[in-house]
């Protein structure tokens, strides 16, 4: 992300009174949104965007992790100027995930045969692949399988797969060694099932001019909390519509 873009979606985020985390740190969520809906505390996750445009760009190689995220999210999109030393902020559009639920299957559409392939592909292999790929041995080690899978998983992830004990150490046997080896080659392959950058159309955009998803000020932060209050009573058990942090569960 550009300075520039950065400094844009920090002043969206000041104006609706969201929380920001300014590292990204939350697993890709840009803010979030705590509202109560008839006394029940909900926390939204908020994807943030600014564009010059009249299209709004995402991310690099979006795949169906970004798909999933998307689909829980509100976004809140601004637009504004093209004045090349101050933008000037022009309007915003507060979109809940079923007013992105059209262009998000669009996109969803486009890579999803790469990852059925992806998928279909990694289970296909057996141990003769495996004993190609990482020499024929009775049992492996966390050597090996680190050797074969990199970083894609944590330390924990590792030692759970010593699933064996030969002579009193822990090895990992020829079935879970081949469990690794297709979850590496579905990475492989799924890396290659992606969009670069897909922009958030202006014929999708455009089907929203005039209605309430065009927020105005100086009631930034009202009337995006009326919108989402508005999305949690009408789909009570949406995925997006998450219970708030701490929040007692039912009796």
């Given at each position: 992300?550009?300075?520039?873009?950065?400094?844009?979606?920090?002043?969206?985020?000041?104006?609706?009174?969201?929380?920001?985390?300014?590292?990204?740190?939350?697993?890709?969520?840009?803010?979030?949104?705590?509202?109560?809906?008839?006394?029940?505390?909900?926390?939204?996750?908020?994807?943030?965007?600014?564009?010059?445009?009249?299209?709004?760009?995402?991310?690099?190689?979006?795949?169906?992790?970004?798909?999933?995220?998307?689909?829980?999210?509100?976004?809140?999109?601004?637009?504004?100027?093209?004045?090349?030393?101050?933008?000037?902020?022009?309007?915003?559009?507060?979109?809940?995930?079923?007013?992105?639920?059209?262009?998000?299957?669009?996109?969803?559409?486009?890579?999803?045969?790469?990852?059925?392939?992806?998928?279909?592909?990694?289970?296909?292999?057996?141990?003769?692949?495996?004993?190609?790929?990482?020499?024929?041995?009775?049992?492996?080690?966390?050597?090996?399988?680190?050797?074969?899978?990199?970083?894609?998983?944590?330390?924990?992830?590792?030692?759970?797969?010593?699933?064996?004990?030969?002579?009193?150490?822990?090895?990992?046997?020829?079935?879970?060694m081949l469990?690794?080896?297709?979850?590496?080659?579905?990475?492989?392959?799924?890396?290659?099932?992606?969009?670069?950058?897909?922009?958030?159309?202006?014929?999708?955009?455009?089907?929203?001019?005039?209605?309430?998803?065009?927020?105005?000020?100086?009631?930034?932060?009202?009337?995006?909390?009326?919108?989402?209050?508005?999305?949690?009573?009408?789909?009570?058990?949406?995925?997006?519509?998450?219970a708030r942090?701490?929040?007692?569960?039912?009796?």
């Amino acid at each position: 992300m550009s300075v520039q873009d950065d400094e844009r979606e920090r002043e969206l985020v000041r104006m609706f009174n969201l929380d920001w985390d300014p590292a990204h740190q939350r697993a890709g969520v840009d803010a979030l949104l705590d509202i109560d809906v008839d006394g029940r505390p909900c926390r939204l996750e908020v994807e943030v965007k600014s564009s010059t445009g009249t299209t709004v760009s995402t991310a690099r190689d979006v795949g169906m992790e970004h798909i999933q995220k998307w689909r829980r999210k509100l976004f809140v999109i601004g637009f504004y100027s093209k004045e090349a030393r101050r933008p000037e902020l022009q309007r915003c559009l507060c979109l809940t995930p079923i007013d992105m639920e059209p262009w998000i299957a669009s996109i969803e559409a486009k890579i999803l045969i790469d990852f059925k392939l992806a998928r279909h592909a990694s289970e296909r292999l057996v141990l003769a692949d495996l004993f190609d790929v990482c020499g024929k041995k009775e049992t492996y080690s966390l050597d090996d399988a680190k050797r074969l899978h990199k970083q894609q998983w944590t330390v924990a992830e590792y030692e759970a797969a010593l699933d064996v004990d030969l002579e009193g150490k822990r090895r990992i046997s020829q079935a879970k060694m081949l469990e690794i080896l297709q979850l590496r080659s579905k990475y492989i392959a799924e890396r290659g099932a992606t969009l670069n950058n897909p922009h958030v159309t202006k014929a999708h955009l455009d089907t929203f001019a005039g209605s309430n998803r065009v927020v105005s000020g100086p009631n930034w932060a009202s009337g995006i909390r009326q919108i989402a209050i508005e999305f949690v009573r009408a789909n009570p058990g949406h995925p997006a519509a998450m219970a708030r942090p701490g929040t007692p569960g039912p009796a």
